[in-house]
């Protein structure tokens, strides 16, 4: 069994390069008898089941947990240790000295629960996310054929196509689909579609005599079938090659199963997760520092309660330094995204994948039903020595000749699209071809009704049809290549009349023919004759039809949107260059045929060289599934984000690889559709640039969303070190902070995301995916407002000291150990912080603008927002319930009025801004 088993070897076996014998031979098969019982079965159990390999999933327990797994959970759970050892001592005290338990005024053990609820808010958030089961294997699997009719013990058997063992003999009808990688050792006419496997737009020709000199590619493989792609013509036998992950598909597969990856934004939240967990023990161990050698300095040794009061405040800072409600937040924004991306017909299956389309600066596009229509169309047509284009085709042309072309073209084929397409998708161009001209087949056949027929063979390469006319007339047609039909041709036709064709004729005909191969256009030559017999000989010559899978109307617009935003469009296929240039040329991605490689050349480039390629190659033809991951990944290499368009098995592979794999929503396979990260609803190529379009809006939502978010935690941090270094009692506490974070800052935050975007973000490049969420400016943005609010704050905390004549450090002291004028105070502290941040979110919604522009473009969500946020932050001071739980008090008008003035402090800084900045321009124009 050495030469079976050398297919489990690393080095695969070229078994296009074998005779038929010499495959045979390698297998250890019979080509009459197939394989014994025995022998099925002893291979059947040593290389187990033709199917795919399941990937062990993960288990949504362990997902949730994984989602902890994160620098800034890990200080909330540090925060919640600690505050659940001192609400336990606290606890105790009380009910030693109350009698009983309250869960309010016993300990913190809200501010454990607020905690508790926003660590497992964000894992199930996070969870859900993930647990969208990953069904591309079972996608793959399904398209398996389920049975395979085999010869087994000299029987024709049907068995489960799971059972096929390689060296099986397996027999090949039309309308079968392949159960295994095979090498062909009979052929009759067979034909197969691999156009989801290969890119090849039309059915592919199988010839089990051809041997090839050498290893070639995927779709030049003649005399090999592949797993999953279905029999569209003729029959054939095929002998096992390949099982399960062995095979073309099974690779494929293997494809699949690699590591998610992360998006640019996954990537900066990740960077700014880890700063923010490093930042906050940085801060926090700064503070129990402070708070510890103000202990010593007040109480020498100090008590208890000093200490608690100390890791309390330090809590309540790590509280203030972490984002809460960032991760449910930007979820939200981006589920809001998602609805918009409906509207252009885009379908994210992927959530954090809707902003990436904002950084995306190479769209990799399959060219067969992507770029193209996956419709073999007659685009031009010669007859009567003239060439006639698609817009000719109508019943209004009276040229009886190119009508009499289309009807000899449809009677002459097997294909039906009235009720349905069925057919070689040749011919079903040729059908549709005669219906431009209201020429039904259906009518046809009724009136010239089918009387004999001469199939079409890969030798002949010519196909005929026999059909009644009338009681003593008949006609007969044959379509086929321009060679054969004119080796069999004496005569013409030209304007209605029939005459002997001359070398003239004959050279202008291959004039023409060559003109349309120049365009890539596949060519097909129509002969007639009247006779009774049906015989391929002294033909009278029609003339030509040129077809080809044509471009979609809406894809060059597009392209050129594309280029104007600085995003570079490529073609990758797996169909020949020549049709690849032609589309690609007339769609304005490639200029010249040497910006174009094929597969074979990738496969002697090394990775560097490939990279190097890459910034000069458009076009990518004649490539395998491999090929196109390795071009999506120089790319990538190049420092690129990179979308990838597909709708084949083929395509699936670089659709995971890619930064965002896109695929079609009505001719994509399920396997496509499962691998990738969204999906176009109508299959438009244009869809993809209003995609971009929203996807850069969104992106700078999210920007604007964590800009205000980590300002207001700025500010909240500032304040308290601040407060807390110079020895007086922490102004906010964390209940305080968890409102403010979870609650006040969510809805502003909420209603910036839904911020209509710049209807000028297509004239910009795609921004550096290497860029942070803090460049171009943000940084200093945040820094600046988390300063003002952190000032107003402060402000808002002494304002209760001053209103009671406390001016000195040594009097607001004394007066702030009474704990009824420092829950006057830290009430001040908390309005002040709750108001700032809805003026602030009115300024954030355009940093460049003036904030009555805010009202211009009707973003009601924020009118909503701040409207709601007074109303709750009023909920918590005046509800007396509420106010015991916030340990707030009421605030007298003065107060008040002290808060809104200190309040609007960040919507002031932001029209000061934006004046400067108007100044500046003026000065700079003068």
């Not at 169309?377 to 698609?390: C, H, N, P, R, W």
């Amino acid at each position: 069994m050495e030469a079976i088993n050398a297919a489990d070897s690393k080095q695969k076996i070229s078994y296009e390069s074998f005779t038929i014998e010499q495959a045979i031979n390698a297998l250890e098969t019979n080509s009459k008898s197939g394989l014994t019982s025995a022998e099925a079965k002893k291979r059947l159990e040593r290389d187990g089941l033709n199917k795919l390999d399941e990937k062990k999933k993960k288990s949504w327990i362990r997902i949730f947990f994984e989602q902890m797994n994160n620098p800034t959970i890990f200080v909330l759970f540090g925060a919640i240790i600690l505050t659940i050892g001192i609400s336990i001592f606290d606890t105790i005290e009380y009910v030693r000295t109350y009698g009983h338990f309250s869960f309010v005024e016993a300990g913190d053990w809200p501010d454990v629960v607020i905690i508790l609820a926003v660590i497992i808010m964000n894992a199930v958030i996070g969870t859900i996310q993930e647990v969208k089961a990953q069904t591309s294997l079972d996608a793959l699997k399904s398209m398996s054929s389920p049975e395979s009719l085999v010869i087994r013990n000299g029987e024709r058997i049907k068995i489960r196509s799971s059972e096929l063992v390689r060296g099986d003999v397996v027999i090949l009808e039309e309308g079968d689909t392949v159960g295994a990688d095979m090498r062909l050792i009979e052929s009759h006419n067979l034909k197969a579609n691999e156009s989801s496997l290969t890119g090849e737009s039309v059915p592919v020709e199988k010839d089990a005599k051809y041997t090839f000199s050498k290893p070639v590619g995927i779709g030049d493989r003649c005399n090999i079938v592949y797993m999953s792609t279905p029999i569209v013509y003729g029959r054939g036998i095929g002998i096992v090659t390949e099982i399960g992950m062995g095979t073309e598909i099974g690779k494929i597969a293997k494809a699949l199963d690699s590591e998610e990856q992360m998006t640019p934004l996954q990537k900066v939240l990740a960077k700014l997760s880890k700063t923010l967990g490093i930042l906050t023990l940085v801060v926090v161990v700064a503070v129990l520092i402070a708070d510890i050698v103000w202990i010593f300095v007040d109480h020498g040794q100090g008590d208890i309660q000093s200490w608690i009061e100390a890791i309390l405040s330090s809590i309540a800072l790590a509280v203030a330094a972490i984002p809460e409600g960032l991760p449910a937040v930007v979820t939200i924004v981006l589920s809001i995204g998602v609805q918009r991306m409906v509207k252009a017909n885009t379908i994210v299956r992927k959530l954090a994948s809707v902003e990436t389309l904002g950084a995306v600066s190479v769209v990799c596009s399959d060219k067969t039903g992507t770029l193209t229509q996956n419709k073999m169309t007659v685009l031009e047509a010669y007859v009567d020595g003239s060439i006639y284009k698609s817009d000719d085709f109508n019943e209004e042309n009276d040229n009886q000749d190119l009508k009499f072309l289309a009807r000899g073209m449809s009677l002459c084929s097997n294909a039906t699209i009235d009720e349905g397409l069925f057919g070689d998708p040749t011919e079903i161009a040729l059908v549709a071809f005669s219906n431009e001209f209201n020429m039904h087949k259906k009518d046809l056949s009724e009136s010239h009704p089918r009387i004999d027929e001469l199939p079409f063979d890969s030798v002949r390469k010519m196909m005929s049809t026999m059909h009644f006319v009338n009681d003593d007339k008949s006609i007969m047609y044959t379509k086929g290549a321009l060679d054969s039909i004119l080796l069999h041709t004496d005569r013409i036709l030209e304007n209605g009349k029939v005459r002997n064709i001359t070398e003239k004729d004959v050279e202008k005909i291959y004039e023409i023919n060559e003109l349309f191969a120049s365009k890539a256009l596949r060519v097909l030559a129509l002969a007639y004759d009247e006779k009774e017999s049906i015989e391929e000989e002294k033909l009278i010559f029609v003339g030509l039809v040129a077809m080809i899978d044509p471009a979609r109307p809406e894809a060059k617009p597009a392209v050129i949107k594309f280029r104007n935003a600085g995003i570079t469009t490529v073609m990758i296929t797996g169909d020949h260059i020549d049709t690849a240039f032609a589309i690609a040329h007339d769609l304005g991605i490639v200029e010249r045929k040497e910006d174009c490689l094929q597969g074979k050349d990738i496969d002697l480039l090394s990775p560097e060289e490939l990279r190097e390629k890459c910034k000069t190659a458009r076009v990518f033809a004649r490539v395998s599934p491999e090929n196109k991951v390795e071009i999506v990944r120089a790319f990538q290499e190049n420092g690129n984000i990179c979308a990838m368009t597909g709708d084949g098995v083929n395509d699936a592979p670089s659709l995971k690889r890619a930064d965002i794999g896109i695929a079609m929503g009505i001719t994509g396979t399920d396997v496509s559709k499962e691998a990738s990260d969204m999906v176009l609803a109508d299959d438009n190529f244009a869809s993809i640039e209003k995609a971009v379009e929203e996807g850069r809006g969104i992106y700078s939502n999210i920007k604007k969303t964590v800009i205000f978010l980590i300002s207001s935690n700025i500010a909240e941090v500032l304040v308290m070190f601040a407060v807390i270094c110079i020895g007086l009692p922490a102004p906010l506490l964390a209940i305080h902070l968890l409102w403010i974070n979870l609650i006040t800052d969510s809805l502003p935050a909420i209603a910036l995301g839904m911020d209509p975007k710049d209807p000028n973000n297509m004239s910009d490049s795609p921004r550096d995916p290497k860029e942070g969420i803090f460049a171009n400016g943000g940084m200093r943005t945040t820094l600046l407002y988390g300063l003002v609010i952190s000032i107003g704050v402060f402000i808002g905390f002494l304002a209760t000291a001053w209103l009671n004549d406390a001016y000195t450090y040594n009097a607001i002291r004394t007066l702030y150990s009474d704990p009824v004028y420092l829950f006057q105070a830290q009430t001040m502290a908390f309005t002040s912080l709750g108001f700032a941040e809805l003026f602030h979110m009115i300024g954030m919604s355009n940093t460049r603008k003036s904030f009555v522009h805010v009202f211009k473009d009707k973003n009601r969500m924020m009118l909503i927002a701040f409207l709601f946020g007074i109303a709750l932050q009023l909920f918590v001071i005046e509800v007396p319930s509420v106010r015991t739980l916030f340990s707030t008090a009421n605030l007298t008008w003065q107060e008040w009025l002290i808060t809104l003035g200190i309040s609007i402090l960040p919507l002031v800084v932001h029209e000061i801004a934006f004046l400067v900045r108007q100044i500046k321009k003026v000065l700079k124009k003068s």
